[in-house]
């Protein structure tokens, strides 16, 4: 064991709250980790693995010498003070406060469009803003019938919404395995009343090989409360007789020959 992994060791843990915190959450024994820190113990190759996992290193980097570990590790890392307020927190505190006010668009949602994965098919999903202090927080649920075992898979999303340059923009990530994110933007409401907004969304698909896509979509506005269990039921994969023609006719993803770009126009 290298004469400078305690100090390392101590050097590591000295970027967050307290040596009982990082114990905690690396799960291994207090006084144990104190042998470590002391030089009494050489940690078992577990614990060893579990410490490197932790603090983001390998091994062999953490029995570096001192002043080029700290060197590495100042690079990869950012005091725990800094950890508690991620760094783009700063730039989501800013869109907030540039935003208008969304708090007449509330409420639940029926999202139409294309599906990426299955030519021709419509997607209907529900969705829900919500005003939590001053940001406003998008949800959204699609469900459609398996293909493998025939039940219903249930895909969620969860995102943050503005209301910037007068048109309202949607970013939602794959809230299970963060494995994707849209962006919707869309034409606001002129009307006393909501009842659908329509624009433009882009994403990656799990399926089709992932290929970055965009797609018209549209947003029926169903109310501040709804029967959410018979709303949930009515979603999922549908044709587009089965959807009918005034919805199909708003999220048809055509494109004039002259085009160069993706555009929707405004109801």
């Avoid at 843990?13 to 980790?33: D, E, K, P, W």
């Avoid at 029995?63 to 570990?69: A, H, I, V």
């Avoid at 969304?201 to 959410?228: C, F, H, I, N």
Wanted: with cysteine.
């Amino acid at each position: 064991m290298s004469d400078a992994f305690p100090a390392n060791l101590a050097f590591a843990c000295s970027q967050f709250a307290s040596i009982a915190q990082v114990c905690r959450r690396i799960g291994i024994n207090r006084q144990q980790f104190n042998k470590y820190l002391a030089a009494q113990v050489r940690p078992s190759q577990h614990n060893m693995r579990r410490i490197c996992d932790f603090f983001g290193v390998t091994e062999s980097e953490i029995l570096l010498e001192e002043r080029r570990f700290r060197e590495l590790l100042a690079v990869r890392s950012a005091p725990e003070t800094q950890r508690g307020a991620p760094l783009y927190a700063p730039a989501i505190e800013r869109l907030s406060r540039a935003s208008g006010s969304l708090d007449r668009y509330c409420g639940y949602y029926y999202r139409y469009f294309f599906a990426f994965s299955y030519p021709g098919m419509i997607t209907r999903s529900i969705g829900r803003l919500t005003r939590v202090g001053d940001q406003y927080l998008w949800k959204n649920v699609e469900r459609h019938a398996s293909m493998s075992h025939g039940a219903s898979d249930v895909t969620k999303y969860e995102g943050m919404a503005f209301l910037l340059g007068d048109r309202l923009t949607i970013v939602e990530y794959e809230s299970l395995l963060a494995g994707s994110i849209t962006q919707m933007i869309l034409y606001p409401s002129y009307h006393t009343g909501i009842d659908y907004l329509t624009g433009l969304q882009t994403g990656g698909p799990m399926k089709r090989g992932r290929k970055p896509a965009a797609s018209r979509v549209m947003l029926e506005y169903l109310g501040q409360r709804v029967d959410l269990s018979r709303a949930i039921r009515r979603c999922g994969m549908f044709s587009q007789e089965a959807v009918g023609p005034r919805v199909t006719a708003l999220i048809r993803n055509d494109m004039a020959a002259d085009a160069w770009v993706f555009e929707v126009d405004q109801l």
